[in-house]
């Protein structure tokens, strides 16, 4: 496949078909690139169906992970809920909503554009005293009321 056709002097060799030799080679060579090729695909068929089962099994253990954190974590609310009863005195509102994103879980809850905040968390008008009360009340996960 790698012989010269050529003399020592750089001539083609007049004993030899150039032309059809040449012609020989591109389609031997073809015929190898394109078996390669398929070796390759049904190398790479093989890998990703590999990664696909590999992926589907981290995510039947990371749905059960959450699955089972979620129960702790509603477990642990439902006790924290019931530990931390807030009574609040009046219904004075602590906040207004100025604005609630309609893809937002705000407005999945029911909240709109102008409804009061009579309690947020632990907070409501008899504690509360400033806006980064409300981080810190989110940060741990508490829920809020509202008063339209």
Do not use: W
């Amino acid at each position: 496949m790698d012989s010269p056709l050529v003399d020592d002097e750089g001539f083609p060799i007049a004993e030899l078909d150039t032309y059809l030799i040449k012609k020989t080679r591109q389609e031997i060579n073809c015929k190898l690139n394109n078996s390669l090729i398929k070796a390759m695909i049904v190398f790479l068929t093989a890998v990703i169906s590999g990664l696909m089962n590999d992926r589907k099994e981290l995510e039947k253990q990371v749905v059960t992970a959450l699955g089972e954190l979620h129960k702790e974590n509603s477990d642990a609310t439902m006790e924290t809920d019931v530990a931390t009863t807030v009574h609040r005195t009046s219904n004075e509102p602590i906040a207004r909503v100025d604005a609630v994103d309609e893809s937002g879980a705000a407005s999945r809850a029911g909240i709109c554009m102008d409804d009061q905040v009579i309690q947020f968390g632990e907070l409501h008008a008899g504690n509360f005293t400033d806006l980064h009360q409300l981080k810190d009340v989110v940060s741990n996960g508490v829920s809020c009321a509202s008063a339209p």
